[in-house]
């Protein structure tokens, strides 16, 4: 199954759209604008009916594959169901028709909603204060370390320049360093998966500006010597930053703020329920503790006198990261999901995704290979058994085939420091029956593995398209459609 | 329990295939020492009727575009959405997806994404685009980073014509690098090529302009890209789209990498965001691209199709030296301006950009022959321009607003200079009834 691209489907004088005629009085062009600034063409658009575009639309939506569609268990990514009376409301009209420069006497739902997001998200981390402002987790992230570097910079402390990930961390920290004009150091996982603390304690000096976090870490297990390593960075002069990522697994269990982080951002389409969107729009609020309060972007929502206010009196804010204040649509979203949960509610969202990814490796720990096989939170990491690599299998090869019975398969190849990763994350929106599905037709492709490896290496065979040579998309890159 | 569809029955098969008695098992691996020893305190445990009323009633309080006249532009832009946008946007394949790291289950995204690259290509004349950026500001900072990374220089002049947050965003994003960055200065509403000129220098990777700027008016690109080129240094350029259905492309003009605000394409205000950025730029500087990029391909079938590519770029392989640490791209609100622009189509484009300009040169020329009111510049604009008023800003939006009329922004709030200076819109959703009705207003005012 393949579909034409909207460009071959245009046929000239066709419009999907009709406006009204001009009714002001017209001005001849050349006396609104000098004649080199004008166009000579069009730019040339498709031309198609309305018919025409949402036909072609909805032929791509149906070669596509959603939470909606089927189970989605891909780590670290946490593709729950995103309730509907969430987009509803992110919908209205009192919401989506709202200009951001509109005085805020207008605005007064609309800010008291952000303020109350804010407050609620200090509440479930521990942090102190909220900006709503990045746009996703990486731009959190960057939000984070800019308001620590300048944090650090403002108690005279410029010989901080190196900031430690763990060898385990998602590609964003590193990144997101160097962005930050930070030098990056990694640190090795111990054998239970953890921070190894000699290996810590051996690159900590008054060079480090941070470490970088996730915990629950990317395999799924929870840092049980947080507070050690906590103190080992404080002590040593640096802070701590969490990356929510995994926020999802220990809601009203624990927060990051008592553990001893410093910052934290989180991932509202994630944890909080709204849409990923094929890749975005997101959400990435960052939290801080009191002492790096003033150095978050501006403007925040503060509440003064009953009234919710922009207050953009920040002299040591870090700046603006985006233009407005944040992602608010998702925002909205992310607050119905609040609401509808509150607090025992969210505690109850940890409880299950904890007990339906211990539920699915238990039914899997015969069948793959647990490197660390001890109580995991919201997800764990398997390899597959070591009889199938000597079949020539690959876990690639088991994610392809995952596609032919209609599961999204898991995140593969990642954390790096696990061979022929493939990392599960069930959430807690799937049902027992679900994951027992999975696990049966996961334990069906492995048998096939041994059975007869070539339907595996050669899977899917059911998809829209199949295997794609992505080595030819790379050395002659087509990134677009061109006109004769 | 809310979106949680385990029976207690369920529960407890699941507990005993683990041997345990009670989920607080599982959660012992953290330690004493940082449990949350009390409930926390969210409100919440609505029913969906209850949350329903509530969202409605919060709404409720908000008064927007859609119970006004809008007049107010700056960066958010109300032009009119076509009905089947949303109707595509709603389609849940596509919304409840994540990035499309699977090919063969996701060629709706991805070819939708092929497609928005195609168009804006075609709409800024450049090489390549990517999948899209947070929104407009952080498109431009990161064009910047990506204008020192291609030229080895860590120098840029931005125009003070770019939007006060974009200037913001940028400043924040150089912050960490520390790349020096100058500011050159407007006359008569535009940059003048020999103040940019004065400003740049063979250690500057790039001048920043914006087009038409953010008072309007259409900057000279050529002459620019020129002044640019003549110190080895790029232009970047963020453009506004539904301008390019009617100026010259900035390609057109000489830019090196363009970049802007999608919101216009088919995206609701929404105070703000969700947005998208475009960042477009030519092929020399095709590996320096941050963000996602799709490519075409073909199967094991030799069926054409689309795939994430060029990724040795990007963080989760390059991890500290990729191209910048994004990781999403506004897939959504992409796919919002691809459906736009594919039923606006090539002769509608055109039609809304004309729309915006008739608009508004009778606006500004009802409002300038006003008693109390006038033009400090005369350079050509596009949907928006700058009126100096007699009466304070502030006082005439309040006013205006008892008549139900959203006035221009205040420009003494970003620029000390033009105090007393407002910045009106008019798109194509204005009609002549209204625009004379702000006149009315304005003039009974003065």
């Not at chain 1, 009085?25 to 004649?35: F, M, V």
Request: proline share 6%.
């Amino acid at each position: 199954m393949t579909e034409k691209l909207i460009f071959e489907l245009s046929l000239p004088g066709r419009q999907g759209v009709a406006f009204p005629a001009n009714d002001v009085p017209t001005t001849a062009l050349p006396e609104l604008l000098p004649q080199e600034f004008i166009r000579e063409q069009a730019p040339p658009l498709p031309e198609v009916g309305e018919l025409d575009a949402v036909r072609h639309f909805v032929r791509l939506s149906r070669m596509n594959f959603g939470v909606d569609v089927g189970f989605y268990p891909l780590g670290s990514c946490t593709m729950k169901y995103n309730p509907k009376v969430a987009e509803d409301a992110a919908a209205l009209s009192g919401f989506a028709n709202l200009h951001p420069y509109q005085p805020v006497e207008l605005s007064q739902g609309a800010l008291r909603l952000m303020y109350e997001t804010q407050q609620d998200l200090a509440e479930i981390t521990g942090m102190d204060a909220f900006t709503l402002q990045p746009a996703a987790g990486a731009h959190g992230e960057m939000t984070g370390m800019l308001i620590i570097k300048a944090y650090l910079e403002s108690k005279g402390e410029i010989g901080r320049t190196k900031v430690i990930v763990p060898d385990s961390a998602h590609g964003t920290n590193p990144a997101t360093a160097t962005l930050c004009g930070f030098q990056v150091v990694e640190v090795k996982s111990d054998e239970r998966g953890g921070v190894d603390l000699e290996a810590l304690k051996k690159v900590l000096g008054p060079d480090v500006a941070a470490l970088m976090l996730t915990n629950p870490s990317t395999l799924g297990l929870f840092e049980d010597q947080i507070k050690e390593i906590a103190d080992l960075v404080h002590r040593a002069g640096g802070l701590l930053y969490y990356d929510g990522a995994n926020l999802n697994a220990i809601m009203g269990y624990a927060r990051p703020g008592d553990m001893g982080f410093d910052v934290v951002h989180l991932n509202l389409h994630k944890t909080f329920g709204t849409p990923h969107g094929g890749g975005g729009p997101g959400a990435g609020p960052v939290g801080v503790k009191a002492e790096l309060a003033p150095f978050l972007p501006k403007p925040v929502v503060i509440k003064q006198e009953g009234s919710y206010l922009l207050d953009y009196n920040l002299p040591r804010s870090i700046g603006r990261v985006k233009a407005f204040y944040g992602n608010f649509g998702v925002v909205v979203k992310a607050y119905t999901y609040l609401r509808a949960l509150g607090g025992q509610g969210l505690k109850q969202v940890s409880e299950f995704a904890v007990l339906n990814a211990n539920y699915l490796m238990g039914r899997l720990s015969n069948h793959l290979r647990i490197p660390y096989p001890r109580v995991c939170m919201h997800e764990f990491v398997a390899s597959p058994p070591k009889d199938l690599k000597e079949r020539g299998i690959k876990t690639l090869d088991i994610a392809k085939r995952l596609l032919d019975y209609g599961y999204h398969p898991p995140t593969v190849y990642f954390p790096l420091i696990v061979e022929e990763a493939i990392m599960i994350e069930p959430t807690e929106t799937e049902s027992k029956e679900i994951l027992d599905q999975f696990a049966d037709i996961l334990i069906k492709v492995l048998e096939e593995a041994r059975d007869n490896p070539e339907t595996l290496k050669n899977a899917p065979y059911t998809t829209p398209v199949r295997r794609l040579d992505e080595v030819t998309a790379a050395r002659k890159p087509v990134l677009g459609w061109l006109p004769e | 329990m809310r979106f949680i569809p385990h029976t207690e029955e369920e529960r407890r098969q699941m507990l005993d295939l683990l041997g345990i008695e009670h989920t607080d098992r599982l959660f012992e691996e953290i330690p004493r020492d940082v449990r949350l020893n009390r409930e926390l305190q969210v409100e919440g445990g609505l029913s969906e009727m209850e949350l329903s009323r509530h969202m409605a009633s919060l709404a409720g309080i908000n008064t927007g575009v859609d119970e006004t006249v809008c007049f107010l532009g700056a960066g958010a832009y109300d032009h009119y959405i076509p009905s089947a946008v949303k109707h595509i946007l709603s389609r849940s394949e596509f919304y409840t997806a994540y990035t499309p790291y699977q090919p063969e289950i996701s060629q709706g995204v991805l070819q939708s994404i092929f497609e928005y690259q195609s168009m804006i290509c075609l709409l800024t004349d450049m090489d390549a685009a990517n999948a899209s950026m947070y929104d407009g500001a952080s498109a431009l900072a990161e064009a910047a980073l990506m204008a020192c990374a291609a030229t080895r220089r860590d120098r840029v002049v931005v125009a003070k014509t770019v939007h006060p947050e974009y200037r913001e965003v940028v400043r924040t994003y150089l912050y960490g690098h520390g790349i020096e960055i100058s500011e050159a200065p407007f006359r008569e509403g535009q940059t003048k090529v020999e103040d940019a000129a004065g400003l740049l220098d063979n250690k500057t990777a790039a001048l920043l302009v914006q087009y038409p700027n953010f008072f309007g008016s259409v900057e000279d690109l050529a002459k620019l890209a020129e002044a640019a080129h003549a110190v080895g240094a790029l232009l970047a350029v963020c453009a506004d789209p539904i301008a390019l259905g009617l100026l010259k492309s900035p390609g057109q003009c000489g830019a090196d990498i363009v970049v802007g605000e999608g919101q216009s394409l088919g995206n609701p205000l929404s105070y703000g965001g969700p947005y998208l950025g475009f960042l477009a730029c030519r092929e020399k500087f095709l590996r320096k691209m941050p963000g996602r990029i799709v490519g075409q391909t073909v199967d094991v079938d030799g069926r054409r199709a689309y795939v994430l590519t060029l990724q040795a770029r990007e963080q989760h392989i390059r991890r500290d030296k990729a191209t910048s640490n994004i990781c999403s791209n506004q897939a959504l609100c992409a796919l919002a301006a691809t459906v736009y622009l594919s039923l606006v189509g090539r002769q509608g484009l055109r039609q809304v950009a004309e729309l915006c300009l008739q608009k508004t040169a009778y606006a500004r020329n009802l409002l300038s022959q006003l008693p109390g009111y006038q033009l400090p510049w005369q350079a050509p604009v596009f949907k928006e321009f700058v009126i100096k008023t007699k009466v304070a800003p502030d006082i005439i939006n309040r006013e205006l607003l008892k008549h139900n009329i959203l006035g221009g922004l205040d420009l003494g709030r970003y620029y000390p200079e033009l105090a007393g200076h407002m910045l009106f819109c008019v798109t194509e959703k204005r009609s002549r009834q209204e625009i004379d009705l702000l006149a009315d207003r304005l003039g009974a005012l003065s």
